[in-house]
């Protein structure tokens, strides 16, 4: 259940470290039987879920989605001037907004995630920017565990106003805190989040190395989502550097675990969210999955806006042409997440229906199976088993320095996935026939 956020372990004698399957996990003296650890943990099931937080931040937004949470409004389009498009993974509107805060003096700095190097196995971490060059350098998409402990012990120890950045369950985090700590209440002022399927684990880029023929200690810097203006924008493109200044780069559909949906290094706490669209944050942003803009290779934002000061500074933005953004409605905002929200609804309301040990999730869906096909819970099930046994698999391909053992896996995982769930090659082909005589049948 834990996420590795780093909301608990930002004290002294207590810290965040690396544990054997590539995830930040809390370490040291943690007082977690405490009654404000509970209300603070993100995953706790005494904690505020984002319903009761975003009705506390947002109490007058016009707007309120089940799917997407409260909002003042919501846009598609991209950043119109600089080079904020072309810098960023998709629309450039993550480290614009960030950047008018500063610039408008709403702000003092930024935490978000940048590019680190020198540190063997890290290649990204929180980071507080306090300039537009700096916020510049977290540009892109970075999916790589990180955590907050740093950047929170930074803001309680250094006065100013500070904006985050981050995934849902960081942002929700975040707010807990700032209920129980009046520091943290007073210097975080804004909350910048992002649209999330999961996390995934520090081994996805050792998974990049082996098939991209390199070892893993020679790699110096990853991009996740090379951009190419000349290509659809989903269509990844992963990209090494390497300690000799070499690149090696493969588009992910080439990839044994190039299918995100296949949830290859998940992070288990991910198979118990419910909130796909960082519903507790001022502002959010995702990619624009749906067409004419899932083939622009430029990059396209969609944001959900729920501050009304967020919604002004946008609004002004437009009215300048500083900001090309046309208002959507929320059916539009839920049809480019389909996929994750199917995910954190119906597979989270099947998901809860399987036997437990140990802590039991409390979420605002609804355990349950009803109207669930036999291939549909097929889905679920090796989704969650490919999202454990990467982690076991990569761990032992590792230890025993055979990397195929990890690439042979994986290569029949996504094979079995794809068949399950697109009706791809032979096992595609069977499973179609059997569905089809269940189906004549019933």
Known sequence: MCIGCGGCADAPGRTMAWDGYGLRKPVGA???ATPAFARTCPFSPTARDEDAIAADRFPHAP??????????????????????RPGGSSGGMVSWVAAELLRTGAIDGVAHVVPVAGEAGTFFRYRVSRSGGEIAEGARSRYFPVDLAAVLAEIRATPGR???????????????????????AERVTHLLGLFCGHVKSAAFVDSFAWQLEAEPADVRAVEYRRKDAGRPANWYTAQLTLADDS??????????????????????????????VAETADVAFGDAWVEPYSSDGRGTNVAVVRSPAIRDLIAGAIADGRLALTAVDADFIAHTQAAGLRQRREGLAYRLTWAKRGLTPRKRVAPGAAGLGWRRRLVYRT???????????????????????YVGWASAAL?????LTYGRGRIGRVLDRIEGTTRDEG
Request: charged share 20%; with cysteine.
């Open 30 to 32: 943690l007082a977690t």
């Open 63 to 84: 707007h309120v989605d089940a799917r997407i949470g409260r909002f003042e409004t919501a846009f598609v389009g991209h950043v119109a001037e600089g080079g904020f």
């Open 415 to 419: 094979m079995l996935y794809q068949g």
């Open 247 to 276: 690149v090696r780069a493969r588009d992910w559909w080439n990839l044994a675990d190039g299918d995100w949906g296949a949830g290859f290094f998940q992070a288990s706490a991910c198979n118990w969210c419910d909130d796909v």
């Open 162 to 184: 500070y904006a985050i950045v981050g995934v849902p369950c960081f942002i929700k985090a975040v707010n807990l805190l700032r209920a129980e700590d009046p520091v943290i």
């Open 383 to 405: 989704r969650a088993g490919i999202s454990a046994w990467s982690h076991r698999m990569a761990w032992a391909a590792r230890r025993s320095g055979r990397p195929r053992l």
